[in-house]
């Protein structure tokens, strides 16, 4: 039997304005709309960064505003509800860890620091090892970013260091295409699974950009799963814009599907990550 695809969608991450693309989700209305839509098309994980429509809509790590927004996803859809503690790029280390009391199911942690863009996305290892040990402690499942090869040998050391993460599943996701980061290319996705240590029990990808397609493909081709959504890829096709982050998760479906990987259902999604049960029943 095919094993079915994770759908991973990152609707709106911390870069992007507002201003210049209106269609993205900022408030927690669309974002709720998003996600029911999403996980109509095939999602099963949604990965949120929060902002402040009060504020322009700048990226925010306000407590309330994250509890609600996790409680809101939880209560409208069945998708797995995946923090970032990432922020933005200029969020301090202590606050970021903060993340963690808004009790969501997953949360994500970069396993190192990356050159951003013109800035640089700070992880060092001592804040590494706290979100790490602090995810055991709140049984959050933690998914492993992975920006560039070294990242692979800071997740090693984490796991060698603290055991496994709540839950017991190790799961990954290869960001690619980060200026700064390793290259959104088949050639680069491949070194860094064959470097996988075998605790990890499954993988994602996701290509920034022009290399949101090709890696798509590479990452179903080889096993893996896939991360879409307008915080990595704003263009549909060339010259035209992405106008709903549901377009990228029905392409995605549709390519696992043709590849006989059809998307997983969130009780798949949730049965892979080994996610807390945290819904009301």
């Given amino acids: 039997m095919p094993v079915p695809t994770l759908i991973t969608v990152a609707p ?65 859809t069945d998708l797995v ?19 963690l009391d808004a009790e ?39 998914e492993f970013e992975l920006f560039e090869l070294g990242h692979v040998t800071a997740l090693r050391r984490l796991i060698d260091q603290h055991g496994l993460p709540y839950g017991g599943r190790v799961h990954v996701d290869f960001v690619t295409g980060v ?11 491949v070194a860094g699974v064959q470097m996988l240590p075998p605790e990890v029990t499954s993988w994602s990808a996701t290509g920034i ?7 798509a493909a590479a990452a179903l081709a080889m096993g893996g799963h896939l991360r879409v959504g307008m915080e990595d890829n704003l263009m549909y096709a060339r010259g035209q814009q992405v106008q709903h982050n549901a377009e990228l998760v029905e392409r995605a479906a549709h390519l696992a599907t043709t590849l006989q990987r059809p998307p997983m259902t969130t009780a798949e999604a949730r049965e892979l990550l080994g996610v807390k049960e945290r819904r009301a029943r």
């Fill in 12 to 76: 709106t991450g911390a870069e992007t304005a507002k201003a210049d693309f209106p269609q993205l989700p900022t408030t927690l209305e669309e974002l709720v709309e998003t996600a029911r839509r999403c996980e109509a098309a095939g999602a099963g994980l949604v990965h949120v960064h929060v902002r402040d429509p009060e504020a322009g809509h700048a990226p925010t790590l306000d407590p309330v505003r994250l509890r609600d927004t996790v409680q809101a996803l939880r209560g409208a």
């Fill in 209 to 215: 950009g022009r290399a949101h397609l090709p890696i």
């Fill in 81 to 99: 509800v995946q923090l970032s503690t990432g922020g933005s790029v200029h969020d301090p280390l202590e606050r970021r860890l903060t993340v």
């Fill in 179 to 189: 200026p700064g980061g390793m290259p959104g290319t088949v050639e680069a996705l």
């Fill in 104 to 142: 969501p199911d997953s949360c994500s942690l970069t396993c190192g620091t990356v050159n951003f863009g013109d800035d640089v996305f700070l992880n060092p290892h001592g804040f590494m090892s706290d979100l790490y040990v602090q995810a055991q402690e709140r049984e959050v499942v933690p």
